[in-house]
């Protein structure tokens, strides 16, 4: 598990994502241990990993498929939802290679507009990534 310092010098785990856009839907997935919850999908880098290495290593995993053009989207720092420590997750924006099919420790995926009200998003999701992708065109307000 990869930890970085954070603002202050406190502790802070550090996560990549995807954020995968397609039709104007965002693509989310839950965890077997936290089905309720959905979140980017992404995880923890190993110790000699670059960010864009723990992507596709990441998307392969969980969801048999590759990361495409990947574009840094923003570093954000938010609660983790799961862990309940704070986190600093580096999300790409990419397209992917095939139709993704939820493997590893995933329960479901879900492509979403952000206005599901079913839905429980993870902070970081709701209240940066979903911004940011609005601001930037990617999904509808």
């Known amino acids: 598990m ?3 310092r954070g603002i202050g010098g406190e502790s802070q785990l550090a996560v990549v994502a995807a954020a995968i856009v397609q039709e104007g839907r965002l693509l989310v997935v839950s965890k077997q241990v936290a089905r ?3 979140y980017l999908p992404g995880g923890k880098p190993d110790a000699d990993e670059v960010p864009v290495e ?3 290593r990441e998307l392969d995993e969980e969801l048999g498929v590759q990361p495409l053009e990947p574009r840094f989207l923003a570093d954000v720092e938010a609660m983790a939802a799961l862990e309940g420590v ?3 997750m ?3 924006e990419a397209r992917i290679s095939q139709v993704p099919q939820p493997a590893a420790e995933l329960a479901e995926l879900r492509w979403i507009s952000g206005h599901e009200r079913d839905v429980q998003l993870a902070p970081a ?3 940066h990534v979903l911004p940011l992708l609005r601001q930037g065109g990617s999904m509808a307000s």
């Open 54 to 56: 723990t992507l596709s």
């Open 125 to 127: 999701v709701r209240d």
């Open 36 to 38: 309720e919850v959905f």
């Open 86 to 88: 704070p986190m600093r």
């Open 90 to 92: 580096t999300v790409f």
């Open 2 to 4: 990869i930890i970085a």
